[in-house]
Every structure is written in structure tokens, then in C-alpha cells.
T-cell receptor, first 120, second 112 residues
Framework: GAGVSQSPSNKVTEKGKDVELRCDPISGHTALYWYRQSLGQGLEFLIYFQGNSAPDKSGLPSDRFSAERTGGSVSTLTIQRTQQEDSAVYLC??????????????????FGEGSRLTVL | DAKTTQPTSMDCAEGRAANLPCNHSTISGNEYVYWYRQIHSQGPQYIIHGLKNNETNEMASLIITEDRKSSTLILPHATLRDTAVYYCIVRVAFPGNTPLVFGKGTRLSVIA
């Protein structure tokens, strides 16, 4: 499809295990974002990639969280030694990117459907 | 932290206009106002954005006060499918495409 694709859609894991969540952005989008949303809570920013620039990791809650973006396209969010409080929906988004907003680049973020992580 | 203040919840009768207010009294001259919504169990969806002029698209209208300290999102004819959490977000114009900072939003319930 033409939208942002995330996998898996659901993941159940045991406390202490590592998990990887994948995001395929829209083709041609240079900016990629990860958010998480705990049950009944708002969206929490995690990390942002823009082209070849160093990622903005300011939202990562601990050093157990990391993310990579290979070849400027697919991104993987890794959570090591998962804890129960990591249970949430992890949302990925992409946008055209670039530093200038114009009529043909409104800065709109396109979100995927999310990966629901449950840590037992 | 979010730079906006919105009511926690609102109700609207189906077919009526839904007017969702947002306060952003500390907005800077180079910051846009964006509106997104999140329908239950889905990712957020872009609605509209503006800098200082009123904007309209196929989904909604955005009215920004002259001093830019507040705005109103208008859904002209609300339907049951418009029931969602609506987020008002302030975001710098340059550099563009920076991450959105979501607040708690307004939960809009459209009632038949």
C-alpha cells in the first residue's frame, strides 16, 4: 500500500525479553518519527530521523530503547530487557521532510496503524 | 511540553457544527497551528494547519484570532464518524518537519 506500514501489529512478550518493531515509511519521505501511546494516555514522542542528520533521540525514555534507520528508509525500534511499563502502542509516522514548509510540503505527518506491545 | 490548552471533552449533535477551541497564548511569530485527530485505535490523522490567516479545506475550517493567541477548529456538519480526540499543536515553521508535541486533546463525542 501507499501508507506507513508497521509490523508486527501485535506483540506479546515476557518481561526481560528484547523486542524489535519495524516501520516502513511512505516512499520518498525523508523524515521518520516514533511515538508511543500508553493505555488512555496521549502520544509521547520518542525519536526523529531527518535525512542523513543525526537523529533526535531526546524522547527516548531510557537506554533500553534504541532505533535505527537503514538506507534512509525502513526503521527499527528496539526495546531491550522489556518491562511491564513498556506496554503501549508504538506509532511510526513519516513526512516529506526538509527544512522549508511550502504549499507542496505542509509538514503533514502520516501515521501507521501502530504496533501494540504487551509485556507480561 | 505542549504549548496549547484545550477542553477535556465536548459533545456535539449530529449534523451540527462542532467548534473546538484552543488556547496558545505563548505562540511565537514563526509557529504554525496544526490540528490532528485520533479516532479510536487508529493513528492520528492530519486535519488542517495555519499561520495567521483562516484556512479551510474539505475536512474543516481553522479560525485564528488576530493576536494568534487562540484558534477554533470548525467541523461544519459533524457526523458520528467525527467522534475522536482532537489535538491542537503549535509547531515551528523553520526548520520544518520537526516532531509534533501532542497534549491531551479534546475528546469530541458526536451524538445522534
Amino acid at each position: 500500500g501507499a501508507g506507513v506500514s508497521q509490523s508486527p501489529s501485535n506483540k506479546v512478550t515476557e518481561k526481560g525479553k528484547d523486542v524489535e518493531l519495524r516501520c516502513d515509511p511512505i516512499s520518498g519521505h525523508t523524515a521518520l518519527y516514533w511515538y508511543r501511546q500508553s493505555l488512555g494516555q496521549g502520544l509521547e514522542f520518542l525519536i526523529y530521523f531527518q535525512g542523513n542528520s543525526a537523529p533526535d533521540k531526546s524522547g527516548l525514555p531510557s537506554d533500553r530503547f534504541s532505533a535505527e534507520r537503514t538506507g534512509g528508509s525502513v526503521s527499527t525500534l528496539t526495546i531491550q530487557r522489556t518491562q511491564q511499563e513498556d506496554s503501549a502502542v508504538y506509532l511510526c509516522a513519516s513526512s516529506l521532510g526538509g527544512v522549508y514548509l511550502r504549499q507542496d510540503n505542509t509538514g503533514e505527518l502520516f501515521f501507521g496503524e501502530g504496533s501494540r506491545l504487551t509485556v507480561l | 511540553d505542549a504549548k496549547t490548552t484545550q477542553p477535556t471533552s465536548m459533545d456535539c449533535a449530529e449534523g451540527r457544527a462542532a467548534n473546538l477551541p484552543c488556547n496558545h497564548s505563548t505562540i511565537s511569530g514563526n509557529e504554525y497551528v496544526y490540528w490532528y485527530r485520533q479516532i479510536h485505535s487508529q493513528g492520528p490523522q492530519y486535519i488542517i494547519h495555519g499561520l495567521k490567516n483562516n484556512e479551510t479545506n474539505e475536512m474543516a475550517s481553522l479560525i485564528i484570532t488576530e493576536d494568534r493567541k487562540s484558534s477554533t477548529l470548525i467541523l461544519p456538519h459533524a457526523t458520528l464518524r467525527d467522534t475522536a480526540v482532537y489535538y491542537c499543536i503549535v509547531r515551528v515553521a523553520f526548520p520544518g518537519n520537526t516532531p509534533l508535541v501532542f497534549g491531551k486533546g479534546t475528546r469530541l463525542s458526536v451524538i445522534a
